[in-house]
């Protein structure tokens, strides 16, 4: 069983920058991806940034292109998420998830993730 373990998250003022951080621990962690979601009340829960474990490839959602970076460290099985010019619309409990089974072109799909966090609330003010 693998644990991830969202920090990082609170309240912000639009235009500022947070850093979320999701750990993993458990078995042996063998991940083939790493990504971020988020779900805002009333809404589906969204793709937001993912990372391959090993070649470290970053995939994005466009509506946070040029603002957000995803990095990770394998050493520390630690995956991060840079969040800078943050805005209202990206207020939301922010998900880390763990992908241990399955090779994606986007890893942008919530089903592509076996193991997920419990979540941090990001919330941006105007």
């Known amino acids: 069983q693998v644990r991830l373990v969202e920090s990082g998250g609170g309240l912000v003022q639009a235009g500022g920058s947070l850093r979320l951080c999701c750990v993993a621990?458990?078995?042996?962690?063998?991940?083939?991806?790493m990504g971020w979601f988020r779900q805002a009340p009333g809404k589906e829960r969204e793709f937001v940034a993912a990372i391959t474990w090993s070649s470290g490839d970053a995939f994005y959602v466009d509506s946070v292109k040029g603002r957000f970076t995803i990095s990770r460290d394998n050493a520390q099985n630690t995956v991060y998420l840079q969040m800078n010019s943050l805005k209202p619309e990206d207020t939301a409990v922010y998900y880390c998830?763990?992908?241990?089974?399955?090779?994606?072109?986007?890893?942008?799909?919530?089903?592509?993730?076996?193991?997920w966090g419990q979540g941090t609330q990001v919330t941006v003010s105007s």
């Open positions: 998830a763990a992908d241990t089974l399955y090779y994606s072109a986007t890893y942008s799909r919530p089903y592509e993730y076996d193991y």
């Open positions: 621990s458990g078995r042996t962690f063998n991940s083939i991806a």
